[in-house]
């Protein structure tokens, strides 16, 4: 129903920068972006409201930047002073569209393990590698 494509990842040394782009099919007013290793869980990188806010893990706050282009549907994460413990497959998730409801829902996943189950749609992934 919802489609979401990713770009952006590739291999840079530690204290590079990149920036991922997420095209959605469709606005949708919370996404997210996560983060997998092999062997761990998915983990929730950064959130963005429809109202503009933002949300990010703590491990990640100062140096990745999630914001969002609604004329285009499209989400980005700018990273900047990558560490090689930020190598990982990122993924676009989006929560629903067809109800008007707030982001509060999808703040847990950027403090917990836990990924919210409102996070129904997913891209495949892009590959993001550091190197040190």
């Known amino acids: 129903q919802v489609q979401l494509v990713e770009s952006g990842g590739g291999s840079v040394q530690a204290g590079g920068s990149l920036r991922l782009s997420c095209v959605a099919s469709t606005y949708i007013p919370c996404m997210a972006w996560f983060r997998q290793v092999p062997g761990k869980g998915r983990e929730g990188v950064a959130i963005?409201?429809?109202?503009?806010?933002?949300a990010v893990r703590d491990s990640v706050e100062g140096r990745f930047t999630i914001s969002k282009d609604n004329t285009k549907n499209t989400l980005y994460l700018n990273m900047t002073a990558l560490k090689s413990e930020d190598t990982a497959m990122y993924f676009c998730?989006?929560?629903?569209?067809?109800?008007?409801?707030?982001?509060?829902?999808?703040?847990?996943?950027?403090?917990?393990?836990?990924?919210?189950?409102?996070?129904?749609?997913w891209g495949l992934g892009t590959q993001v590698t550091v190197s040190s």
């Open positions: 998730a989006a929560g629903p569209h067809t109800i008007a409801r707030g982001c509060g829902w999808a703040v847990p996943a950027v403090q917990t393990s836990s990924i919210p189950p409102g996070f129904r749609f």
């Open positions: 963005s409201s429809s109202d503009g806010t933002t």
